[in-house]
């Protein structure tokens, strides 16, 4: 994303074993594919069968590491046996960072706010879209029959066509495409704070040597990064929603070229 160095950071995974696992959630933020700039690169990050695009490896790594490091987080801690004991002054100061996000740092209304945003230039580029697919039917059935059995146009004829459609749906995606990173950036800098507090969190209290301390502690910190991994979710969200639809008119365009490899004229 050139315009956007903020979020430059997310990029693609690296292939298996040549990056250690993200462990915070900012490591996972950090592992978001990029915002694509045009269909080919939103197409490459999906897994086409069929016409169905499913999310790819960068994609379907993150959405599943999440899933499983905030089922990991449901699980109760175990309490001190025997519980009680002095406190240490380095277990002291750690707890003191072990505490739930201000209630005034709370990042729901920038979070939608950009959700609004990012929603209404979506909805533009599908009315355009919709737009784009009424002048293509109205060109499909204006389009002459042969002079033959079929009294259908021409299977090059309706290919050429269609192929001209791809094309202005892919070119549409390529203007749109930029016209997100606003709304991908304010996004980031509503959920960066939550993010943050929650690796500080979880870190501090994974530091904790009491174990009564720790079990005192758990669900505060359990809490706080279950919502830093959401909060990273949501990012990884709004790319693959904006991915998608720039994906599609590529993979509609292969699908094209399938069904009409053996196009015959009149």
């Known amino acids: 994303m050139k315009a956007a160095p903020v979020l430059l950071g997310l ?7 040549a990056a250690p696992k993200p462990i915070t959630a900012q490591d996972w933020l950090a592992a978001i594919p990029p915002l694509p700039a045009t269909s080919a690169d939103a197409y490459a990050q999906w897994s086409d069968t069929s016409s169905t695009l499913k999310p790819g490896v960068g994609f379907q790594q993150v959405s599943e590491g999440i899933a499983a490091a ?3 987080l449901a699980r109760p801690v175990p309490a001190a046996d025997p519980p009680g004991g002095p406190i240490s002054r380095h277990d002291q100061e750690l707890a003191q960072l072990i505490v739930p996000l201000p209630a005034s740092a709370d990042p729901l209304q920038a979070i939608q706010q950009a959700r609004g945003a990012r929603v209404a230039l979506e909805q533009k580029w599908r009315g355009e879209l919709n737009a784009l697919e009424q ?3 109205l060109e499909r059935t204006a389009m002459p029959a ?3 059995e079929s009294g259908a146009p021409s299977q090059l004829a309706i290919r050429d066509v269609e192929r001209s459609y791809a094309s202005r749906r892919i070119a549409i995606a390529a203007r749109y495409l930029p ?3 606003p709304a991908l950036r304010q996004l980031l800098a ?7 507090h929650g690796d500080q969190v979880m870190s501090a209290w994974k530091q904790l040597r009491s174990a009564s301390l720790r079990a005192q502690l758990g669900p505060v910190a359990q809490s706080s990064q279950t919502a830093a991994l959401q909060d990273v979710n949501l990012v990884l969200g709004a790319v693959q929603e904006i991915s998608k639809l720039a994906a599609r008119p590529v993979a509609d365009l292969k699908a094209l070229e399938r069904v009409y490899a053996q196009a015959k004229g009149c």
């Open 190 to 196: 509503a959920v960066s704070p939550r993010i943050a």
């Open 179 to 181: 016209q997100f990173e």
């Open 146 to 148: 042969c002079h033959n």
């Open 70 to 72: 905030i089922q990991t």
């Open 11 to 17: 990029v693609a995974l690296c292939a298996a074993g």
């Open 135 to 137: 002048q293509r039917l």
